[in-house]
């Protein structure tokens, strides 16, 4: 099971949380959140995925962030439709000329993912994720609530007992360390859970986070 650390701001604490070897490091850029990411990224593990969340942002943005600061994934928190991911997807994997950009896109080296956010409460309709099929790399799904994203509780993993698809999905919203019987316990099923998404409730304040509490969350949750 792979580790996702979101909402991350602070060079110093940057580098702290890669010490304990997560999977990826998220970086938002969505200017209505309180960890909105503006500066630089210090020199990371090339082990250490940074990926990049956007909510409704325009391709060309999204574009200039993955070269700016070598993103390996992408995460879509906003209401994009499966035909602007596919159109994502191709951008990011295209060596030649694409008819929405006139440019041949030459700086990719290899396949950046694609994630595609789905929020749930206390029910979802399943149907939504169908036309994303085949098209986004993973579904990512987080807590229904006023934020988009980091709104500190869960929703109801039940849910997720009549999920449909093969395709990977990375559990997220409100997990924290009072989470990890939850978390074993639907780590024994057979969804296809691909990794686990961590973020406000390992916060000291929005965008820093306590490398004490993860690294218990880590011992704890992923096999050694």
Known sequence: ?????????????????????????GFIFYDKSPR????????????????GVFVDASIDFIIEKVKKYDFKAVQLHGNES?????????????????????????????????????S??????????????GVVDYFLF???????????YTFDWKVLENYPSSTPFILSGGIGLEEID?????????LPIHGIDVNSKFEIKPGLKSIEELEEFIKLVIPA
Not at 36 to 51: A, D, V, W
Not at 89 to 113: F, G, M, Y
Not at 120 to 133: C, R, S, W
Not at 142 to 152: A, H, I, L, Q, V
Request: include cysteine.
């Open 82 to 118: 499966a035909e602007y991911c596919q159109n994502i997807k191709l951008q990011l994997v295209h060596t030649e000329p694409v008819e929405w950009n006139t440019e041949p896109v030459e700086w990719n080296t290899e396949p950046v993912e694609v994630w595609k956010v789905f």
């Open 142 to 152: 987080d807590t229904k609530g006023k934020e988009k994203g980091g709104n500190g």
């Open 36 to 51: 909105n990411f503006e500066g630089e990224i210090p020199k990371l593990s090339s082990e250490i995925k940074k990926t």
């Open 120 to 133: 749930i409460k206390d029910e979802f309709d399943f149907a939504l994720l169908k036309p994303y099929e």
């Open 182 to 190: 939850k978390i074993k316990s639907i780590l024994n099923t057979k």
């Open 1 to 25: 099971m792979k580790l996702k650390v979101c909402g991350m701001k602070y060079q110093e604490n940057m580098e702290a949380i890669a010490s304990l070897r997560p999977d990826y490091l």
